[in-house]
Structure formats: structure tokens, C-alpha cells
């Protein structure tokens, strides 16, 4: 029970401080950075509604290059969709939240969400291999990718054994998956993780310089 009041407390509670505090400085630090001056007069005036365009325009692969990335793309909403599904849809987690932030929605049976995890992990390990065999991908990525790989499927990995147990006590098995979750709190504002809500700041900003200019978005 040591481990698990550890992972339950100080692990957690680091790892939920290390996300805010993380987040709200990596924002910031946009936020704050100095505007370059642009004296070219603007042909049309940029706001939110040309940010939610592009935003909304760049979630979809543009028709020239869709064949060619078909499958890394639905790999990748695969992916991201089972994330969700497993964060916010599964009851514990739920519960969770619901200590957090006091707020609580229906969630789905506990038969889909192990569904949705042995696909989401599955999908993660096809997506780990491309990046270690496509010519291109395998040089460009770095500690960073391979690390944010690790500690994006360490919670789901270890979610999935526990139902199964293989002999370890459910206590310790617990007290794993929530340690990995603390790890991937502490590191995801920090590595390339953080484009789970840096994403919206740099395609709003596009959307807006791109409207600013007149282009086609």
C-alpha cells in the first residue's frame, strides 16, 4: 500500500502541478512573445472567426497529399480519438474529474473501454514502427519522439494489464498506472506532447496572419 499512497499522493499531485504550472508558462511564453512590426497595410482584418477556420481547415489532410498520407492520417485520428475516449469516457476516470474539478458526465461500459484501449494501443505500436522504418521519419526523430511515444502508452499499456493481473497484486498494478500518468503530466507541457493545446495557438495565429494578408485558407 506504501507505493500506491505514494502514487495516489505525492507522484500525482506533482504531476497535476508539473501539467498547470507547465501549461500556463509555455502559454505565456507565446503570449508575451514581441509582435514583429508589419506595416503593409491589411487587406482584410483577421479576428477569431479566420483563427477557427483554419483550425478547423488544417484537421483535415488538403485533397493533394490525402492518398499519400491516408494511412499515417487515420492512424493518427485512430489514435487520438481512443485517447479521448479512454481519458474522458471510462467511470474511474470520471470519478476522478469529478474529485478534481467537481464535474461528472455518463460514461461508456467498462467493455468498451478495454476495447477502445487494446485498439488505441495497437494503433500506437503501428504508428511506433513507421516512425522507425520510414526513411524520412526515422531521421527526424529524436529523444523526444520516442520518449513522448513511451509515456503516451505507458498509461494505456498498464490500464489494460490490470483487469488481467498476471499474478501482481491489483494494488501494485494501480499504483504503475497512476505513476505513469504522473509521468506523462510532468513531461507533457514540456516535449512534443504540449501540441495537444499549443495546435490551436499556431493554427489560430496562421489562420489570422493568413486572413491579415488576404490568402486563401
Keep these: 500500500m506504501e507505493l500506491l499512497d505514494f502514487a495516489r499522493g505525492p507522484a500525482l499531485q506533482f504531476g497535476l502541478y508539473a501539467f498547470v504550472i507547465g501549461t500556463v508558462w509555455r502559454l505565456l511564453g507565446i503570449l508575451l512573445l514581441a509582435a514583429k512590426p508589419d506595416h503593409s497595410a491589411p ?14 481547415s488544417r484537421s483535415v489532410t488538403a485533397r493533394e497529399f490525402r492518398q499519400d498520407t491516408l ?44 476495447f477502445v484501449g487494446v485498439i ?25 519522439d520516442y520518449f513522448s511515444w513511451v509515456v503516451t502508452m505507458a498509461p494505456i499499456i498498464t490500464g489494460l494489464i490490470i483487469p488481467i493481473r498476471f499474478g501482481i497484486r491489483y494494488e501494485t498494478l494501480l499504483a504503475i498506472h497512476i505513476l505513469s500518468i ?36
Design 43 to 56: 487587406r482584410k482584418r483577421g479576428g477569431i472567426l479566420a483563427a477557427l477556420k483554419v483550425i478547423s
Design 182 to 217: 504522473a509521468v506523462l503530466l510532468t513531461w507533457l507541457p514540456f516535449g512534443k506532447l504540449a501540441h495537444a493545446f499549443l495546435v490551436f495557438f499556431s493554427r489560430g495565429t496562421t489562420g489570422m496572419v493568413l486572413e491579415r494578408r488576404g490568402a486563401k485558407t
Design 120 to 144: 488505441t494501443a495497437g494503433v500506437g505500436v503501428a504508428l511506433l514502427l513507421r516512425r522507425m522504418t520510414h526513411p524520412v521519419l526515422k531521421l527526424i526523430s529524436n529523444f523526444d
Design 71 to 114: 494511412y499515417a492520417s487515420v492512424l493518427g485520428y485512430v489514435l487520438h480519438i481512443g485517447l479521448f475516449v479512454i481519458v474522458f469516457l471510462f467511470v474511474p476516470h470520471i470519478l476522478f474529474f469529478k474529485g478534481l474539478i467537481g464535474l461528472e458526465w455518463p460514461g461508456l461500459p467498462n467493455n468498451v473501454i478495454y
